[in-house]
């Protein structure tokens, strides 16, 4: 569904349903948490240009990167919702 969803998202130019960014998320364990209840969760990383690394003093990320990603939100809540 996150793949379905992304395609139709203006901004949204390169779409890697397995990429590694070389890091761990703590979302996995919340999801499959979830899943073993019965519910859906699904991950996803919405990529921006930032001017250094995660957890760097001078890291800034994009804030124009947030319009893609509260769509795609949005995007996911109508699917699942009809």
């Known amino acids: 569904m996150l793949i379905e969803v992304a395609k139709t998202v203006p901004g949204i130019n ?3 349903p397995d990429g590694n960014f070389g890091g761990s998320e703590d979302i996995s ?4 948490r979830v899943q073993a209840h019965g519910g859906k969760a699904a991950f996803f990383i919405c990529g ?13 990320i994009d804030e124009g990167a947030f319009k893609q990603a509260f769509d795609m ?10």
């Open 14 to 16: 390169n779409i890697r």
């Open 29 to 32: 364990v919340l999801g499959k």
């Open 73 to 82: 939100y949005v995007g996911m809540a109508k699917k699942l919702n009809g």
């Open 48 to 60: 921006a240009d930032r001017a250094a690394g995660h957890h760097q003093g001078s890291f800034d």
